[in-house]
């Protein structure tokens, strides 16, 4: 699954990945700046595992809160070319990735939890293969050249069973693969309980009704973790609004973790970027790339 409270990630796309050697990378360090989820909608309070049935009650208004976000797909487009395929994409969601690569020629298989998500997903593409599955304890019996994890999707994984989603990342990583998942950045955010505020107010292609999105958040400064309401009102016949509310904990970890994670899985960090330009990681960084390969 994926996430987010309106900061999609860098503004330019970019046109060719920087090279996957360890020598060009920037430092894979403790020292960078800690991630964190944008959200996909989650079940309410704190997740054992990951609850599908959040994510299907949100899943016909997920690519109306995506759409136009495509920063994305040049950087995966490029891996996906330099690893010949196939492509795994952990939380897929409704297929953006998936189907953005499979539409440029790549075999790609894309996991996710929700049915109704991957129901949007098989409609979108069917060049594409998904199944249903959670990620910790996923096992497809083969392993990929590229696994992807876009858009802070191990975010959403309890820090319980981090180890597990990890370890599965690398049980499906072929040999001279890599695994690349895409982090926000955190940025400020008050403690306690923030105003609700309306995100967008958009024209629904599939209704064409007017649907807008409130956010409501309440931080846990201690704990590193946001509480967030997502809100979708959808305005009907003689001004009638249905809302659809998911609420949903996000829960916070540094890269530091991330790098004990993918040793603890059998990894190896080989870089940490600073967006999807793969540039060095700064102070105007909007989100961290982070590249890992099998440990020899």
């Not at 959040?54 to 690893?83: N, V």
Request: hydrophobic fraction near 40%; include cysteine.
């Amino acid at each position: 699954m994926t996430q987010r409270s309106g900061n999609h990630g860098a503004s330019t796309p970019c046109s060719r990945p920087a090279s996957t050697t360890p020598a060009s990378m920037a430092t894979c360090s403790g020292s960078t700046p800690r991630a964190r989820i944008w959200p996909r909608s989650v079940a309410s309070g704190r997740m054992q595992g990951v609850d599908a049935a959040p994510f299907d009650a949100i899943a016909r208004y997920y690519d109306l809160d995506l759409a136009g976000f495509d920063e994305d797909f040049p950087l995966y487009e490029e891996l996906s070319q330099r690893s010949g395929g196939p492509v795994l994409e952990l939380g897929c969601g409704t297929g953006r990735v998936a189907a953005a690569l499979a539409a440029a020629g790549h075999d790609v298989m894309g996991v996710d939890i929700s049915p109704a998500m991957l129901e949007r997903a098989r409609r979108r593409d069917a060049r594409a293969e998904f199944v249903e599955a959670d990620i910790a304890a996923l096992s497809l019996g083969r392993t990929y050249p590229l696994v992807i994890a876009p858009l802070g999707t191990l975010l959403h994984i309890e820090p319980e069973q981090r180890r597990e989603a990890f370890a599965a990342a690398k049980r499906h990583l072929a040999p001279e693969g890599r695994f690349v998942c895409d982090l926000p950045i955190e940025t400020e955010w008050a403690p306690g309980a923030q105003p609700l505020v309306c995100q967008w107010t958009r024209i629904d292609p599939e209704s064409g009704r007017e649907v807008s999105k409130l956010v409501g958040m309440e931080a846990d400064v201690t704990f590193l973790t946001q509480r967030v309401t997502y809100m979708f009102d959808e305005l009907g016949e003689a001004g009638a609004v249905h809302r659809t509310t998911s609420v949903f904990e996000l829960s916070y970890f540094t890269v530091s973790e991330i790098m004990l994670l993918l040793d603890a899985a059998g990894m190896r960090c080989e870089g940490v970027y600073g967006g999807y330009e793969l540039g060095e990681p700064g102070p105007e960084s909007e989100r961290l790339i982070v590249v890992a390969a099998p440990r020899d």
